[in-house]
């Protein structure tokens, strides 16, 4: 399977979830919001479509650029996420979604979050470590998924991370992905193997991007096709099933 264009990470399915768990579990046109490590803004405009006043910080100028050229009525600024350019209680609420695995610590960050708001709740969408070694792509890249469940910290941690940074009560919903997922990430091809098979897709999947060897990325790829081919990736697929989730929205509460 081959690709002219760069693949999409529009985010419609995963927007009304983030709306439905944002603070107040609804974005409000007089609130004021952060989206914590922004990324390249897509997700952050599409909410500030719903209403509300945000800020955004990320650590790319690069990707800032870009996501400057996406609003301008977003305020975006170039922050460290463990020293946010904020005053204490500026925020209703905060969101960080598919960021927080680069983070050094948990705590720091969190803490940040928390010094920000002044009521409301810190949204974060993520996958967990726990969750990734139930994925199927394990078997055809054991050494990348490895690495990126290194990378990927665990409930416990989170939990722990966002009791210690001051909030009050931590929940965590499961979120499934179907074949609708427009967002191309990494379990995203979870229904839809074949969209490991091009390059423009795993150019967009940090994991394939900067944790493959090249030797096992080549060999997965082709025991992938070669089982699509005959069928075998059904059984493949069957035996991963599970029902921990495959990523999470985690939503901790200033108020308990």
């Not at 800032?64 to 460290?80: D, E, H, P, V, Y």
């Not at 709740?121 to 490895?146: N, S």
Request: glycine share 8%; net charge neutral; charged share 15%.
């Amino acid at each position: 399977m081959t690709s002219s264009a760069a693949p999409t990470r529009d985010h419609v399915s995963l927007i009304q979830p983030l709306h439905r768990y944002s603070p107040g579990s609804c974005v409000k046109s007089a609130g004021t919001y952060l989206d914590l490590a922004c990324g390249t803004g897509n997700h952050t405009v599409a909410l500030s479509d719903l209403g509300g006043a945000w800020s955004a910080i990320g650590v790319s100028g690069v990707m800032l650029g870009q996501a400057r050229q996406k609003s301008s009525t977003i305020a975006w600024s170039q922050s460290s996420a463990d020293a946010l350019p904020y005053p204490n209680a500026a925020f209703d609420g905060a969101i960080c979604t598919l960021a927080i695995h680069p983070f050094s610590a948990l705590k720091s960050p969190f803490a940040e979050v928390r010094r920000t708001l002044h009521s409301g709740k810190f949204v974060i969408f993520t996958g967990l470590a726990e969750q990734m070694r139930h994925d199927w792509l394990c078997r055809y890249f054991p050494e990348t998924m490895a690495r990126a469940i290194e990378k990927m910290p665990s409930e416990s941690q989170i939990r722990t991370a966002l009791y210690q940074s001051g909030f009050k009560s931590v929940t965590v919903t499961p979120f499934l992905v179907t074949n609708d997922l427009q967002d191309l990430f990494l379990h995203s091809g979870k229904h839809r193997p074949e969209l490991y098979l091009d390059p423009a897709v795993r150019a967009n999947i940090n994991s394939f991007a900067n944790l493959a060897p090249t030797a096992e990325l080549q060999d997965g790829l082709a025991r992938l096709t070669a089982d699509l081919q005959s069928g075998a990736f059904a059984m493949v697929k069957a035996q991963y099933a599970t029902e921990v989730g495959d990523y999470a929205y985690i939503t901790a509460r200033t108020d308990g």
